[in-house]
């Protein structure tokens, strides 16, 4: 890998630990976060048991989607994208950036519709780390071609 490929493995490896760190909080905590509080407009013991526990379980599946995404995400970057496979560039921003957009998206409907207020800046902060991977790992596909090209010229 040359310099700007390692620097592309790292910004995808930190934006999917930021999406794990997301996903483990959602499903390993036990009430309302505080913007979650401040949008339904009631602390965590305000909030009737049947309703806490289907904020619960929405909150544990939404976990698991992102750690799946996450776990997807860390398959793609340490197999294919380590190996110098040039579609691997591709299919992380691709499988990513509408992962976490349409989370930050879900945010914004809580911001222009309640007074709870998300963190989505760090939503934008993983996209932008997806897209400088991207951008930074363009000469992948030159150097899978040239290793191609050397194993065929060796087998002629």
Not at 38 to 48: C, D, K
Not at 83 to 104: H, Q
Not at 129 to 137: C, Q, V
Request: proline share 5%.
């Amino acid at each position: 890998m040359n310099t700007k490929t390692k620097i592309a493995f790292s910004c995808y490896f930190v934006a999917i630990l930021c999406i794990a760190c997301i996903a483990l909080t959602y499903l390993f905590t036990p009430q309302l976060l505080p913007y979650q509080e401040q949008a339904v407009g009631l602390n965590w013991s305000e909030i009737e048991h049947g309703f806490q526990m289907q904020f619960l379980s929405l909150m544990k599946v939404s976990g698991g989607g992102y750690l799946s995404v996450a776990a997807a995400l860390a398959v793609l970057l340490f197999i294919p994208f380590k190996k110098g496979e040039n579609w691997a560039r591709w299919a992380i921003p691709a499988i990513g950036i509408p992962a976490i957009t349409l989370v930050n998206y879900a945010g914004l409907i809580i911001i222009w519709n309640t007074p709870g207020r998300p963190p989505v800046f760090l939503g934008l902060i993983i996209d932008v780390f997806f897209i400088t991977g991207l951008i930074l790992s363009a000469g992948m596909n030159t150097v899978t071609a040239v290793k191609l090209s050397e194993k065929v010229e060796t087998q002629l």
